[in-house]
T-cell receptor, first 116, second 114 residues
């Protein structure tokens, strides 16, 4: 079992550019959540996808958008990058259909985004 | 709004000591609480999951307790080792939302020296 995988590992972008991050959930998982972790902070919830729909969203602007595909993998897109978007972006998956709301979340290794 | 606080922010101890890390949360309406470990620049590794109906969970040298009514959890690490050095994060899953998002504390940075 490969666990949650994310790509790329590291990314450097310039202000104003757009970026796409990718996540493949753990086998058997159907729900994907994205978190942003700034240096020295705890992860902050961006949004969550289930059955290819955004189900819940945190306090992030519309520049942050996402998608979930039929195979449960997901993408996070960020437009018009700002310096403050520099962070570790974490993807987490869980088996909602099988376990309901009491599920445990499993995290990937993250994508380190640097905006210059 | 749910807020999670972790104390202390940092801890440095010699090898062999027994440790207690603290986590508090403001809204007791939760499904469960998870403790994670994070090595520098890496993702999160789940250590223990405690459901809201449980009081305690154990895994090896780790023991986590949950007092939902008072909004507190503790992570106890027995006989600490240098390999335990990492940041430990506490997160709660709230009730009342569609699928339940996680709210994280800022973590406790632990250093265990030989």
């Amino acid at each position: 079992d490969a666990g949650v995988t994310q790509s790329p590992t590291h990314l450097i972008k310039t202000r104003g550019q757009q970026v796409t991050l990718r996540c493949s959930p753990k086998s058997g998982h159907d729900t994907v959540s994205w978190y942003q972790q700034a240096l020295g902070q705890g992860p902050q919830f961006i949004f969550q996808y289930y059955e290819e729909e955004e189900r819940q969203r945190g306090n992030f602007p519309d520049r942050f958008s996402g998608h979930q595909f039929p195979n449960y993998s997901s993408e996070l897109n960020v437009n018009a990058l700002l310096l403050g978007d520099s962070a570790l972006y974490l993807c987490a998956s869980s088996p909602y259909r099988r376990q309901g709301k009491n599920y445990e979340q499993y995290f990937g290794p993250g994508t380190r985004l640097t905006v210059t | 709004k749910q807020e999670v606080t972790q104390i202390p922010a940092a801890l440095s101890v010699p090898e062999g000591e027994n440790l207690v890390l603290n986590c508090s949360f403001t809204d007791s309406a939760i499904y469960n609480l998870q403790w994670f470990r994070q090595d520098p620049g890496k993702g999160l590794t789940s250590l223990l999951l405690i459901q809201s109906s449980q009081r305690e969970q154990t895994s090896g040298r780790l023991n986590a307790s949950l007092d939902k009514s008072s909004g507190r959890s503790t992570l106890y690490i027995a006989a600490s080792q240098p390999g335990d050095s990492a940041t430990y994060l506490c997160a709660v899953r709230e009730r009342g939302s569609t699928l339940g998002r996680l709210y994280f504390g800022r973590g406790t940075q632990l250093t265990v020296w030989p």
